[in-house]
């Protein structure tokens, strides 16, 4: 039989491609899901019975949380990366992790053929086929979805043909959770006009007034809540539990999709925004101005070829050396207060504070230059502007 590994999620489409390649295609179809945050022991043994029932003749379930956050979400929060100011791209950056942890399987195993269930329309089937075809080119891609056209009707009528008897009703909400947010689809996001209900997002409000509470970042790593002291994949999920009970980090992203088309999304990612916007307000303290224009530069380029599959081209390399580069004095406290819905930043303490006394405090004192000095470097920096106003005038 042809080795076939199977990109699977346990949904409808993933499925299909479970049954179908193994029983009409004559494939040994071996389904592989790829933990990127978010699921249980409870859900993975779930989705592994699922998948042996469907004709898959091995599963397994690559735990990959630790690997996402060194290979991709690090390097997010060095470089701030809010798509559109908006998405902290949740599962755009999971999708480029788990392509390279099935094709890394694969080659393990000896398989020469990999499939996904992704349709023609979205996203995710760029990014799995320009990583599969990147590190595996020998390996044929096979996609019974797209290449099929087939309709979801026309899925759960083949498996219910086939005696699987599943409960296929499309869920009102769509809800993909990973370490780095939740995306969360519905009617309302395939229109532009209307916003996403409350009950739509999986964490719903159950804390009221407020709580102040502290980050500690050392090199632009999350290494302590409240000073105690944790890893950063730890830290992520402690600030996602305690931020959304306060239910913090809902939105709606609307961008451009791979093929040219606008897209529409709604979210929950209560820790990647806190920490984002606690982590940039650190660096606007110790990092120069150049810096900070620099990184803003890079940052968006980085969040850009991610979202679009790049992950492996060798600037994206190049960006990370800069970005962790620049994370050499970014350490320190950072204070804020959660309210229900929303957050807000305080202050930071760190001893690579440029906010420094011993030489101004802005519009009160300097002691650094004398007013002459001061006068002299308003002339000078005039200049360029008085030349051109003097040449060209009227």
């Known amino acids: 039989m042809k080795k076939l590994v199977l990109a699977y999620s346990g949904g409808l489409d993933t499925s299909y491609c479970a049954m179908y390649l193994s029983k009409e295609e004559n494939f040994e179809v071996h389904a592989v899901s790829v933990n990127t945050g978010g699921f249980s022991e409870e859900e993975i043994s779930e989705i592994k019975d699922k998948a042996l029932k469907l004709g ?25 990366v809010l798509k559109n100011n908006t998405y902290p791209l949740s599962v755009s950056a999971e999708r480029i992790i788990q392509a390279i942890e099935i094709v890394e399987y694969a080659k393990k195993i000896g398989a020469n053929y990999i499939a996904h269930g992704s349709t023609g329309a979205g996203n995710d089937q760029v990014r799995f086929d320009m990583i599969f075809q990147i590190l595996a080119p020998e390996i044929e891609i096979i996609t019974p979805i797209r290449d099929k ?73 999350l290494v302590a809540i409240n000073g105690e002291n944790d890893k950063p994949v730890n830290n992520i999920e402690k600030l996602n539990k305690m931020a959304s009970a306060y239910a913090i980090g809902r939105d709606i992203h609307v961008g451009d999709t791979i093929i040219g088309i606008k897209g529409r999304v709604g979210f929950e990612a209560p820790a990647p925004l806190i920490i984002i916007k606690a982590h940039h307000l650190l660096e606007k303290h110790t ?36 970005l962790e580069d620049t994370q050499r004095y970014v350490s320190g ?24 006394s011993s030489f101004a405090s802005y519009g009160e004192s300097n002691e650094g230059w004398t007013a002459d000095d001061a006068k002299g470097f308003i002339k000078i920096t005039a200049n360029q502007g008085k030349i051109f106003n003097h040449v060209n005038k009227g």
């Open 333 to 356: 406290d950072v204070f804020l207060t959660l309210h229900p819905y929303r957050f807000a930043l305080n202050g930071i303490n760190s001893a690579h504070d440029l906010m420094n």
């Open 56 to 80: 898959a003749a091995s599963y397994v379930s690559l735990d990959a949380v630790q690997t996402f956050y060194e290979k991709v979400v690090k390097y997010l929060i060095y470089g701030n």
């Open 149 to 221: 056209k087939l309709a979801r009707q026309e899925e759960i009528d083949y498996l219910q043909a086939n005696g699987i008897e599943y409960s296929w009703e499309k869920a009102k909400y769509s809800i993909n959770r990973g370490l780095w947010g939740t995306s969360v689809g519905g009617q309302e996001t395939l229109k532009s006009k209307d916003a996403l209900p409350s009950e739509a997002y999986p964490s719903q409000l159950t804390r009221s007034g407020s709580e102040n509470i502290s980050l500690t970042f050392q090199k632009g790593e």
């Open 287 to 322: 990092l120069t101005k150049w810096q900070q224009f620099q990184k803003e530069q890079l940052g968006n380029w980085y969040g850009m070829m991610l979202h679009e599959g790049h992950y492996l081209d060798e600037v994206m390399r190049n960006i990370e050396v800069f």
